[in-house]
Every structure is written in structure tokens, then in C-alpha cells.
T-cell receptor
Framework: KAGVTQTPRYLIKTRGQQVTLSCSPISGHRSVSWYQQTPGQGLQFLFE???????NKGNFPGRFSGRQFSNSRSEMNVSTLELGDSALYLC?????????????FGPGTRLTVT | AQTVTQSQPEMSVQEAETVTLSCTYDTSESNYYLFWYKQPPSRQMILVIR??????QNATENRFSVNFQKAAKSFSLKISDSQLGDTAMYFCAFKRTGNQFYFGTGTSLTVIP
């Protein structure tokens, strides 16, 4: 089975721009979660999507949004980029929401905001 | 709110020796799951081991084992016979019955040859 894939792997944007990141989960997985990883803060949960519905949301401003398509692929959008948005954005998929299902992580998208 | 604390930002261990990584968490939930994830340098995060809170027996996966103390809200990871490939950032994570994971800030482990 192919693993979780994320595109693009690297991205450089300017303050004020917007960006869209993509995540394709493992085949058969219906839950996709997004995390922001920074050296000082570790991994912080952004949101989870299951069956095209946002199930959980972390404590991030409204500039961060996401969606999930019928094939479970997910996109994350950040508008009006700030320097502090520079981070590794990780996507994780699991078979379902809830229970003890393991999350499988993608390689991440490294976003640099200048 | 759930919090996960890893108080050791960096650790090192000699190859073939044993090392223990600490993790504490805070929750009012009675049913939850705990995980240790490993993130090697420039590589993907992978699951090392997991523990269901309702199970009293400590989980074991080959050289990796946990010491789960539910009353103390402690979940430490023991790595036996450390290998060079164990060099990585290790994250402790907590999950309730939903799918929202809470991660600690990580412990960077270096295995010294």
C-alpha cells in the first residue's frame, strides 16, 4: 500500500500571500488530520476531517482552513501568510475517527514565509 | 484541556545500552490511548508503541517497552540494546476517544557508537 503523500514537499511564500497544501491518505483511510510542527512548539493539531466533515479543530486562527474531498484527499489553506507560519506541516491519515486507530504520517510540507 | 509534557529535550545513550524517555500527561478522561512516535532526521514520523489506558499490562514491542503508571499519569519509553538507527526525535502523544492527538514537545535521542 502506498503511504501518505503530501505535495508540495517544499514551498517558499511571501508574507500576505496564501498557500494550499495537499494530502493524499492511505487507500481506505477516511480520516485526515493536519499538524503544524515547529522547533519550539512541537506538533500542534490544526484540524481533522472525516468523511468530508471537519470533526475536530485546534486552536488556530481562521486563516487556517481545510477541506476533504469524496476520495478522502484533503487540502489545507493558509491565507494572509505571516512569518510565524513558517513550519513543517504534517498530514496524518487513519482508518477511522475515534478508537485506537493508529495515525500514519506523511513526509510533510516545509513552508517558509519570507 | 489535555497536555503532554516531555521534560527531557535531549538525551544520549551509548550503543547497546538502555535508555528511558519520560512523558507525563494531564487529563480528566478515564478512557484514552497513549503513543510513542519516532521521527528520524529528515524522515517520516512512525509509530513505535501504543498503550490503551484500560489495559494494566505494559505494552512491549521488541526492544521498546513502556512503563505506564495511570494514577501518576506517566508513560515512559524504555529502549533496550540501543542501536544507531534509534537516533531520532521521540514524541509522546495522547488521544481521547476522538481522533485529536496531543503531542509533547519531543525528546531528541542520540545513540553514540
Amino acid at each position: 500500500k502506498a503511504g501518505v503523500t503530501q505535495t508540495p514537499r517544499y514551498l517558499i511564500k511571501t508574507r500576505g500571500q496564501q498557500v494550499t497544501l495537499s494530502c493524499s491518505p492511505i487507500s481506505g483511510h477516511r480520516s485526515v488530520s493536519w499538524y503544524q510542527q515547529t522547533p519550539g512548539q512541537g506538533l500542534q493539531f490544526l484540524f481533522e476531517y472525516f468523511s468530508e466533515t471537519q470533526r475536530n479543530k485546534g486552536n488556530f486562527p481562521g486563516r487556517f482552513s481545510g477541506r476533504q474531498f469524496s476520495n478522502s484527499r484533503s487540502e489545507m489553506n493558509v491565507s494572509t501568510l505571516e512569518l510565524g507560519d513558517s513550519a513543517l506541516y504534517l498530514c496524518a491519515s487513519s482508518f477511522s475517527s475515534g478508537g485506537d486507530y493508529e495515525q500514519y504520517f506523511g513526509p510533510g510540507t516545509r513552508l517558509t514565509v519570507t | 484541556a489535555q497536555t503532554v509534557t516531555q521534560s527531557q529535550p535531549e538525551m544520549s545513550v551509548q550503543e547497546a545500552e538502555t535508555v528511558t524517555l519520560s512523558c507525563t500527561y494531564d487529563t480528566s478522561e478515564s478512557n484514552y490511548y497513549l503513543f510513542w512516535y519516532k521521527q528520524p532526521p529528515s524522515r517520516q514520523m512512525i509509530l513505535v508503541i501504543r498503550q490503551e489506558a484500560y489495559k494494566q499490562q505494559n505494552a512491549t514491542e521488541n526492544r521498546f517497552s513502556v512503563n505506564f503508571q495511570k494514577a501518576a499519569k506517566s508513560f515512559s519509553l524504555k529502549i533496550s540494546d540501543s542501536q544507531l538507527g534509534d537516533t531520532a526525535m521521540y514524541f509522546c502523544a495522547f488521544k481521547r476517544t476522538g481522533n485529536q492527538f496531543y503531542f509533547g514537545t519531543g525528546t531528541s535521542l542520540t545513540v553514540i557508537p
